[in-house]
C-alpha cells in the first residue's frame, strides 16, 4: 500500500479566500461572486509511459530485411502478429534503414544482426579516446604519474601524431581542455590519491584586523608620500617542477600507489615581488641543495637571484639576499628613474613568516628607507595580492609549459614509430632532466606576467590596498 494513501488531499476551494473571514458584508458578498466566478486549473494527471518492446539484434535484422523485402506495412503486420505485440510502423521504417546501412556496408551483403547504436553524446576524440587510454594504463603500470595535465598532454600529443587537423590551433573543432582529460578519467574508473589539507579559518574579527592594516598602510603612504610604484609585496610560493606533486590518478579501490621517481628533490621555491603600479621585479629562485652545484645549467636573465638552501624553503639568509639583489636595486633604480632623493621612502608589505622578521634583514631596510608592514598572520589569502591572482596565474603559466613539453616529447616518440610501450615509459621525467628544462618555462612564465600590467594592479585593487593610498 502507498503512503500516499494516509495522506490527505486539499480540495480544490480550499486555496481560495474566505468570504466569513472579511471584515464587511460588502467584502464578503465580493469575495464569494469572485470565487464562483473563478475557474482554477486542474491538475493534469501524468499518463504513464507505456511498456517499450526491446528486440535482439538478430529479431531487429530480421524485421529490417522483411520490411525491404515486403515494405513496412506488411512487416508491421506479420511482426505484430509473429511477436505477440504491436510493432509500430515507425520502428519498422528506422529499422530498414539501419538494415539497409548494415547492408550496404557489409561485402557479403548479408545481416545477421542489427546491433542498436550508442547511447549518448559522442566522445571528442572519437576513435583516438581509446588510444588516448591505453597510453595513461601503460603510463600507470610503469609506475609514471598521471594527472589532468600529463592527460590533456597525451590527447594532443595523439592527435597531433594522428590527425592534427582535428586541432583548434590547426582550425578544427577540438580544443584540449581539463573537462576532456576530467571525463576521460572518471570514465576509466581513476580517482585522485592524495592527502587533503585543512581549510584556513579566517580570524573572528578579520573585518577589523583588515580594516587596521588598510589604516597602517594609508598612514605610512600618505606621510611619506610614497608612489605606487615603491610599494612593493613579497611572497614566496612552492612551485613543483612537475606539476603534480606526489600524488597520482589511480584505479578507486588501491590504496598503495607506486609513482616513479618520487625520491627526486622535485620542488623549487619561488619569490614573486610586484608593485601596486603593476610591475614585477626580477624573481629569487631557490633550489634544494647545500651549494650552488644543485643549480641547473642554464643560463638565467640578469637580475635574477638564483640561490638555494637544504629544503628549497625561504629562511633569514635567502631573505637577506633577496633583500640586497632585488628590492634594494629596483627601490633605488626607481628613485633615481623617477628623479626623487635617495632617503625618499618606500614600503614594503609581506606576511609574518619568520625569515622576513629576521632583525639583519629589517636593518638592511630601514638603512636604505624602506619601511614595512606586515600582513596580518592567517590572513594572506584576504590580503595579500599576490596570492589574489599572481601566483595561481604564474603556475598556471608553468603548466602549459610542462603540457607542451610532454605532449611534444611523446610525439617525438611517436614519429620514431615506437611501440606503444617504450612511448609511455620513456618519457624521462628525472629531475637532472627536466631541471634545466624547468628553467625555460620560468623564465617564459615570468616574461608572460610582467605583460599584464592589469592582472598585477588588480591584485592590489582586490585586497582594497589600492582604494586607501
Not at 493534469?44 to 529479431?59: A, C, H, L, M, W
Not at 606576467?449 to 589600492?466: C, M, N, P, Q, Y
Request: glycine share 4%; hydrophobic share 35%.
Amino acid at each position: 500500500m502507498s503512503i500516499l494513501n494516509f495522506i490527505k488531499k486539499r480540495k480544490r476551494d480550499e486555496f481560495l479566500p474566505d468570504p466569513e473571514k472579511e471584515n464587511s458584508k460588502e467584502e464578503a458578498e465580493l469575495c464569494e461572486f469572485i470565487n464562483d466566478s473563478l475557474e482554477l486549473p486542474k491538475t493534469p494527471k501524468r499518463e504513464k509511459r507505456g511498456t517499450y518492446n526491446v528486440y535482439s539484434p538478430e529479431i531487429r535484422a530480421k524485421i529490417g530485411k522483411y520490411a525491404v523485402e515486403n515494405e513496412v506495412m506488411n512487416a508491421s503486420r506479420h511482426f505484430t502478429s509473429e511477436l505477440g505485440s504491436p510493432v509500430r510502423e515507425s520502428t519498422i521504417r528506422n529499422l530498414k534503414k539501419a538494415y539497409m546501412k548494415s547492408r550496404d556496408r557489409t561485402p557479403c551483403r548479408r545481416v545477421l544482426e542489427l546491433p542498436k547504436g550508442d547511447r549518448g553524446r559522442p566522445l571528442m576524440l572519437g576513435k583516438y579516446d581509446e588510444l588516448v587510454q591505453n597510453h595513461i594504463r601503460k603510463l600507470r603500470l610503469n609506475g609514471g604519474i598521471v594527472n589532468t595535465w600529463i592527460v590533456m598532454s597525451i590527447s594532443r600529443a595523439v592527435l597531433m601524431f594522428h590527425q592534427k587537423s582535428l586541432l583548434s590551433e590547426f582550425g578544427g573543432p577540438i580544443t584540449i581542455e581539463k573537462s576532456l582529460a576530467e571525463s576521460i578519467l572518471r570514465r576509466m574508473g581513476y580517482a585522485k590519491r592524495k592527502g587533503t589539507k585543512s581549510v584556513k579559518v579566517l580570524p573572528s574579527d578579520f573585518e577589523n584586523v583588515k580594516a587596521d592594516f588598510l589604516q597602517r598602510i594609508k598612514t605610512v603612504v600618505k606621510k611619506h608620500s610614497i608612489p605606487e610604484c615603491l610599494i612593493i609585496n613579497v611572497d614566496e610560493t612552492g612551485v613543483n617542477i612537475v606539476p603534480v606533486g606526489n600524488w597520482t590518478m589511480d584505479l578507486e579501490g588501491n590504496k598503495q600507489v607506486k609513482i616513479t621517481g618520487l625520491d627526486d628533490k622535485r620542488q623549487i621555491t619561488v619569490t614573486l615581488a610586484s608593485t601596486a603600479s603593476g610591475v614585477l621585479l626580477d624573481p629569487q629562485v631557490i633550489y634544494e641543495g647545500k651549494t650552488p652545484a644543485c643549480h641547473p645549467k642554464f643560463k638565467f636573465p640578469k637580475g635574477w637571484a638564483i640561490t638555494q638552501s637544504e629544503n628549497h624553503w625561504a629562511n633569514s639568509v635567502t631573505t637577506r639576499e633577496l633583500v640586497n639583489s632585488i628590492i634594494i636595486p629596483y627601490v633605488k633604480s626607481t628613485r633615481k628613474r623617477l628623479g626623487i632623493k635617495a632617503t625618499s621612502k618606500a614600503l614594503l608589505l609581506w606576511d609574518v613568516f619568520r625569515g622576513h622578521q629576521d632583525d639583519e634583514a629589517r636593518a638592511i631596510l630601514k638603512r636604505n628607507n624602506i619601511e614595512l608592514v606586515y600582513i596580518p598572520p592567517n590572513c594572506t589569502d584576504q590580503l595579500q595580492p599576490l596570492d589574489q591572482l599572481v601566483n595561481k596565474e604564474f603556475k598556471g603559466a608553468l603548466k602549459k609549459e610542462f603540457q607542451k613539453w610532454y605532449a611534444d616529447s611523446i610525439l617525438d616518440k611517436m614519429s620514431e614509430k615506437s611501440d606503444d610501450e617504450s612511448v609511455v615509459s620513456s618519457i624521462n621525467l628525472k629531475l637532472s632532466v627536466l631541471k634545466p628544462v624547468h628553467a625555460q618555462w620560468l623564465v617564459r612564465a615570468i616574461d608572460s606576467i610582467t605583460a599584464r600590467k592589469e592582472l598585477l594592479v588588480k591584485s592590489f585593487e582586490t585586497t582594497g590596498i589600492l582604494n586607501v593610498i
